[in-house]
């Protein structure tokens, strides 16, 4: 069978420039300079792993990062590596014929295909809010999931529900993790995922046959071990105090820290302050506006992106811990000032001349 | 201070295990222990709680070259230092409770069955609400102190420490050992940020234990039969009365 070298030969890329597409993807996988030459073997002999790549409730951000990868090779990478044996949105075939290539794929690598997943199923109205082929998406995703080596979690959706599984979730979507128990599952979170993150993810594993190592949360840690913030390059403003107040203000012109604007690169695992976007030309902080904190859990819910304290709906209230504690405080310092008033009075009772107090029914035991 | 041997027979202290000692006499009830780690949690929740809101709400923005000022760390690092000293301090009182004398137990449990616990209880409540004349004698904390010090201060104090500990293993990586012992935090609770606003929220229901404590105590002191306040800075409980 056919390796990736081979794939790629064909659609006529150098040996030059593949070599260096191995040499960017170890250096960004964070491995060490044997390690290209390493990857480069694989690639050349190894026959080359089906990717049978389906998409659920989505909106194709992530097929769109995936085909920006700033390698060249990587759009050869999606285009043959990959293109993949089936992927509704880039591959040729429609209807009929891409069904038969899935079904195709699944009995003749049983047990050997990845399946990778954008978008996620909604479980409401028995899987009705999205259909593909005429079935519910949920139902498809588990039967080309049954045989499959692994699953890749593509973006927020399939990793923790996106916008759709936002409150109150109408459609019940659902993260592909809580569906799919009995396969190695693996997130690459991101409202999309960094290209040079998803390229880096599948060529690991297409490189050593086995998924890279995860975190307690099923992520990649080579991308998704450190906090935007812990790399941030404006964060020695952090530490000394120095905030943009307002979008206009001079201290947002002297590219101050944007905590107090809602940043939300202290909560965030994500890559961005370091492999950037677009080819490493840039990220949100560095263009002046606070991270979003896409690639976390429910990242919707803990709104509003411009506040730097998330809102909690208690008692049907909206506000911040501390606009509500503080209400809550106030009530009931009121009540204690109350209370002491009362109790002051019936001091002043007691210790007058004549009090019956010592002497009422509440003495008796 | 009164000889703290004399005894009247019959009268149980709110444990039920200890005869009560009164007629105007002195109980040694809180040990040097306790009284220490009282105090010293009072200075920790008091820098926590106001460094913790600046950490949720920072200061107006520093001028000059970010190298000249760190503000904003000694801000946080004056947090994570009182953090430690109560959390720490947790742990330090939990060994004491077990080692203790019978009163350092008594935050620890709830004697939700004890019929005479609840009969205290009850009466208590209607002291509080001008139903009963006088309020009862306890030799250690009153019930409904005792279950607003289990409730209110115990399990927050716990879910600030363990959240806090957790926020904190985020700033030391993953392979720390703090990320390894408390990272479950992340899964249970789903996001950072979710940990943060409960860790914020936490510092809210602390405030309203504080503020009812200290209330209480100051009331007590005045309108009560026995010492408070000098209770635990001495560690003795000096008796007003005779009377049961
Ligand atoms: C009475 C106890 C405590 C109170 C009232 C308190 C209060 C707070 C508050 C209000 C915040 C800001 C949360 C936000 O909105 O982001 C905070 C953050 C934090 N607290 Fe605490 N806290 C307490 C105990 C602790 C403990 C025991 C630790 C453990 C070392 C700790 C570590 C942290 C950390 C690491 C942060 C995040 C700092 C950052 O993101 O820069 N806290 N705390
Ligand atoms: C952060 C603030 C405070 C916290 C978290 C706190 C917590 C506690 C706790 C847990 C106990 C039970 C001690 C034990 O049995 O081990 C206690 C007892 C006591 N606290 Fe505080 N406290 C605070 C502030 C204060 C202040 C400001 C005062 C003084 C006005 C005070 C006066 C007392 C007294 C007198 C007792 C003993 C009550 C008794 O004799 O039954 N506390 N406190
Ligand atoms: S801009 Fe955001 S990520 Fe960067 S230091 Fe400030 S808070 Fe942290």
């Known amino acids: ?365 | 201070m009164a000889n703290p041997s004399t005894t009247l027979p019959g009268v149980p202290d709110a444990t039920g295990t200890e005869p009560h000692r009164e007629g105007g006499g002195s109980v040694y009830v809180y040990q040097i222990p306790i009284r220490l780690w009282h105090w010293a949690t009072v200075a920790a929740i008091s820098t926590l709680a106001l460094t913790g809101y600046f950490i949720g709400s920072p200061l107006p923005s520093v001028g000059g070259e970010a190298s000249d000022s760190f503000l904003f760390g000694y801000i946080r690092s004056a947090h994570f230092i009182a953090g430690y000293v109560l959390a720490i301090g947790l742990v330090a009182r939990t060994w004491w409770a077990l080692v203790g004398n019978v009163h350092a137990r008594q935050i620890y449990t709830v004697p939700v069955r004890d019929p005479k616990f609840l009969d205290e209880l009850w009466w208590q409540v209607r002291w509080y609400s001008f139903l009963a004349s006088e309020p009862r004698k306890h030799v250690g904390h009153n019930p409904l102190a005792r279950l607003t010090m289990f409730f209110l201060f115990l399990q927050t104090a716990l879910f600030l420490s363990v959240t806090g500990l957790a926020l904190y293993s985020e700033g030391e990586g993953i392979e720390s050992w703090q990320y390894k012992a408390f990272g479950w935090v992340f899964s249970l609770f789903g996001s950072s940020q979710r940990v943060h606003t409960l860790h914020h929220v936490g510092m809210w229901v602390m405030l309203l234990f504080v503020m009812t404590h200290v209330y209480a105590a100051i009331r007590e002191d005045i309108m009560g039969r026995a010492s408070i306040l000098s209770t635990m800075i001495s560690g003795w409980r000096n008796f007003r009365d005779t009377r049961e």
């Open chain 1, 1 to 365: 069978m056919d390796t990736f070298f081979d794939v790629l030969r064909r659609q006529g890329i150098s040996r030059r420039s593949f070599v260096k597409f191995c040499s960017l993807t170890a250096t960004s996988l964070g491995l060490g300079a044997g390690f290209s030459a390493r990857m480069a073997h694989a690639m050349e002999t190894k026959p080359r792993i089906p990717v049978l790549w389906l998409h659920g409730l989505e909106c194709t951000c992530c097929s769109e990062s995936f085909i920006r990868s700033a390698h060249p090779l990587a759009k050869d990478v999606v285009l043959s590596m990959l293109s993949l044996d089936y992927d509704d949105t880039l591959m040729a075939a429609a209807g009929f014929q891409a069904e038969a290539i899935l079904d195709q794929t699944m009995k003749e690598y049983k047990g050997k295909y990845i399946v990778a997943v954008e978008g996620n199923p909604p479980l409401g109205e028995d899987g009705n809010y999205c259909m593909v082929g005429g079935r519910p998406f949920v139902d498809r995703l588990k039967e080309v999931c049954e045989d499959a080596m692994a699953v890749i979690s593509w973006g927020a959706c399939a990793s923790w529900g996106c916008v759709q599984a936002a409150k109150p979730n109408p459609t019940k979507a659902t993260p592909v993790h809580e569906v799919i128990r009995n396969k190695p599952i693996i997130k690459v979170p991101g409202c999309p995922p960094i290209a040079e993150v998803m390229t880096g993810v599948v060529s690991y594993i297409l490189t050593f046959d086995r998924l890279p190592e995860l975190d307690r949360m099923g992520r990649p840690k080579m991308f998704y071990s450190q906090r935007i913030h812990d790399k941030c390059y404006r964060r020695p403003h952090f530490d000394a105090g120095q905030f943009v107040e307002a979008w206009d203000d001079e201290n947002a012109r002297k590219g101050h820290c944007l905590y107090k604007m809602g940043c939300r690169g202290p909560t965030t695992y994500n890559a961005c302050s370091t492999v950037r976007w677009n080819g490493g030309v840039s990220f949100p902080i560095q263009s002046g506006h606070g991270c979003i904190g896409c690639s976390e859990p429910d990242f919707w819910d803990n709104g509003p992106f411009y506040q730097r304290l998330s809102n909690i709906h208690p008692f049907m209230v909206e506000g911040t811990a501390d606009s509500v504690g503080a209400k809550v405080a106030g009530g009931v310092g009121v009540a204690i000032a109350a209370h002491a008033a009362m109790s002051a009075v019936r001091q002043a009772q007691r210790a007058a001349p004549g009090s019956s107090s010592s002497s009422s029914k509440g003495d008796s035991k």
